[in-house]
Nanobody, 114 residues
Framework: QAQLVESGGGLVHPGGSLSLSCAASGFHFGSHIMRWWRKAPGKAREFVAGISSTAATTNYASSVEGRFTISRNNAKNTLYLHMTALKAEDTAVYYC???????WGRGTQVTVSS
C-alpha cells in the first residue's frame, strides 16, 4: 500500500527558511514524477513544484521560483522541498503527491509569521 508522509513543517519568521521532507513507501519511488502542492485557508490547492523521476527536470510555480528548491533521493525514497525567503503568503498546508497515481500525503503545516 502506497504511503506518503510529509514532515518538517512549523512556524518560521518572514525571510526565514524551512525544509520539508516526504517519505515514500509501498511503491517504486524512483519510477515516479513527484510534486509538492499547498493549500492555504480559503484558497484553492496550488501547485508548488515538480520533479522528474531521475531529478533531471524540475519546475516551479512562478510564486516560488528562485526561492524554493525541490529535490529527491531515490535511494532513500524521499522527496524534499527547501524553502527560503519565506513570506506570509507561503503559509499553507504542504502536500506531496504522485500525480500518475493521484496519491497524496496528509500534509504538513507551514506558518510564516512574525
Amino acid at each position: 500500500q502506497a504511503q506518503l508522509v510529509e514532515s518538517g513543517g512549523g512556524l518560521v519568521h518572514p525571510g526565514g527558511s524551512l525544509s520539508l521532507s516526504c517519505a515514500a513507501s509501498g511503491f517504486h519511488f524512483g519510477s515516479h514524477i513527484m510534486r509538492w502542492w499547498r493549500k492555504a485557508p480559503g484558497k484553492a490547492r496550488e501547485f508548488v513544484a515538480g520533479i522528474s523521476s531521475t531529478a533531471a527536470t524540475t519546475n516551479y510555480a512562478s510564486s516560488v521560483e528562485g526561492r524554493f528548491t525541490i529535490s529527491r533521493n531515490n535511494a532513500k525514497n524521499t522527496l524534499y522541498l527547501h524553502m527560503t525567503a519565506l513570506k506570509a503568503e507561503d503559509t499553507a498546508v504542504y502536500y506531496c503527491n504522485v500525480p500518475q497515481r493521484n496519491w497524496w500525503g496528509r500534509g504538513t503545516q507551514v506558518t510564516v509569521s512574525s
